[in-house]
C-alpha cells in the first residue's frame, strides 16, 4: 500500500506513516430513492453517482489524463473522516439540501475502512482506491442540529437562510438507513459507536 499525504496539506509535514492495512474512517452519503423504488447511498461530492454495494472501487471522471484514483495531484479517491465533527456533519447537510432531482431521504452515517495502490492521507481524513462500508447509523439528530449550528456559525455567520437550512429535516430516518443497510448487507449502529466500529476494521494513524 503506497501512502501519499495531501499535497495541498504538505506544511511542515513528516513522512507519511506505515500501514500493514486499511485505514479506518467514518463518512456520510446522501440517502436518495431511485425510480425502481430502491434506496441508494449517494455520494457528497458526485450526488449522481452512487455506491451499489458496500465496496466501491474508486475512478477518477475529472477529465484530467488518465490515472489511478486516488491522485495526490487529483481531487479523486473514496473520501472518508477520521471522525464526524462539526464540519464533516455540516458538508453533510449541504449536500443533501442542494441535491437537487435526487429524492433525497436524509444524510446517513456510516463507518468505513479503506484500501488500495495508493491511499492519502491528510489531517482531517484520507482518500484511497477502495472502500467498504462496515456499519451504518441514523444520525442523533439533537447532536447533529448542535454541529450543523456551529459550522453555519463559522461559514455563514450573515446568511439570513442558514438558521432555516438548520431547521430542515436533513437527516434520514433510521427506519430510512434500516432499509438502506438491509440492502448494503451492514449493521446498524448507534452513531456514539462509529468511530469504534471503524477502528475495529482498519487503523488511525498518528499524523500530528
Known sequence: ????????????????????????????????????????????????????????????????????????????????????????????????ATALGLHPLGAVLGAVMGWGERVVLHREGWRAGRARIVALSAPDRECCDAMLARYLARVEPYADWAAERAARSLWASESVVRRVAAGYCVPVVPQRGLESVAREHG??????
Not at 4 to 27: F, N
Not at 203 to 208: E, Y
Open 203 to 208: 487503523c488511525r494513524p498518528d499524523l500530528a
Open 1 to 96: 500500500m503506497r501512502l501519499l499525504r495531501a499535497t495541498a496539506r504538505r506544511v511542515k509535514s513528516r513522512p507519511a506513516p506505515s500501514l500493514d492495512g486499511p485505514v479506518a474512517g467514518v463518512r456520510a452519503w446522501i440517502a436518495a430513492e431511485e425510480a425502481s423504488g430502491a434506496v441508494v447511498l449517494r455520494s457528497q461530492v458526485l450526488p449522481h453517482s452512487a455506491w451499489r454495494s458496500a465496496t466501491e472501487t474508486a475512478a477518477c471522471g475529472l477529465g484530467r489524463m488518465p490515472h489511478d484514483a486516488p491522485d495526490e495531484r487529483c481531487e479523486c479517491g473514496l473520501y472518508a473522516w477520521w471522525r464526524l465533527d462539526d464540519t464533516a456533519v455540516g458538508q453533510a447537510a449541504d449536500a443533501v
